[in-house]
């Protein structure tokens, strides 16, 4: 470090030997001690007292004190790179799927073409993409029954890809009506035909009166649970009164009605 007294000597014309003024006579020799010359000179003040106090905060020696460092980058500091926000995911879309009662007996793929937006490389820009999703529909299973695809949906700039939802929903058949893992038959009274086209025979020893019902055991659809085993066939019985009974046929009651 370069001595103080070196800097402010030659502002001071002092000279080896040589008087600085009408003052006293300053010596500058090998031996004595230029802390203390400096300190004489200015009437034994302390020689660092007339630049004052940095307070810890400012070196008045210091060269760098008129710079500040705020445009050091943020990872140069320690704080390393700043990582972008997690994108939170998007709402579930759901959609209902219609099964038949022939798909819930047997089982089986559905291929369902799905329309969805998706990021461009720019990360900002949505492109229209379209995507065939396989849902496998399994024997016995029940309208309401959720299919998810996870992240298979629509994504934007600030949420991540969503997932999509099908939910089975029955369609209407002509002749059965789903109750469970049940279907009720209306308006047969001797052969019931099955699911699988088969013709079950209904005994009826009793008297069958409008709205009976009656079933066919493990005729109905598979359970959801134990494929194996299946419901029962409900059958209901409509009963329709005719107005009239032609006289032939009054004929064939009265001697049926006789005989009992």
């Known amino acids: 470090m370069i001595s103080i007294l070196s800097v402010f000597l030659p502002f001071l014309g002092l000279k080896s030997g040589v008087s600085a003024g009408q003052g006293n006579i300053f010596r500058n020799t090998p031996q004595s001690d230029p802390h203390a010359t400096f300190s004489s000179f200015f009437h034994g003040a302390d020689h660092f007292d007339i630049f004052g106090e940095a307070d810890g905060e400012e070196d008045l020696f210091n060269p760098f004190r008129q710079f500040t460092f705020s445009h050091v980058p943020e990872a140069a500091a320690g704080g390393g790179p700043r990582k972008p926000p997690r994108r939170l995911q998007g709402q579930a879309v759901v959609h209902e799927l219609p099964v038949t009662l022939d798909d819930v ?14 990021l461009g490389a720019d990360g900002r820009s949505l492109r229209s993409e379209d995507k065939v999703l396989s849902v496998v529909v399994k024997k016995g299973w029940r309208s309401g029954t959720r299919i998810t695809f996870p ?32 279907i009720a038959l209306c308006g047969c009274t001797v052969n019931v035909p099955t699911l699988d086209n088969r013709m079950m025979p209904l005994p009826c020893s009793d008297v069958i009166k409008p709205g009976a019902v009656r079933r066919l055991r493990g005729e109905g659809l598979p359970l959801a649970r134990t494929p194996s085993q299946r419901g029962d066939l409900v059958v209901e019985f409509q009963v329709l009164f005719p107005d009239r009974i032609p006289p032939q046929s009054r004929e064939i009651i009265k001697h049926s009605l006789g005989q009992c």
Not at 105 to 118: D, E, F, I, N
Not at 165 to 173: G, K, P, S, W
């Open 151 to 182: 992240r298979e949906g629509d994504e934007t700039p600030d949420s991540s890809p969503a997932d999509i939802t099908f939910v089975l929903r029955d369609q209407e058949h002509p002749s059965y009506k789903r109750d469970g893992s049940n």
């Open 105 to 118: 007996m047997h089982g089986c793929t559905k291929q369902v073409k799905v329309t969805r937006s998706r």
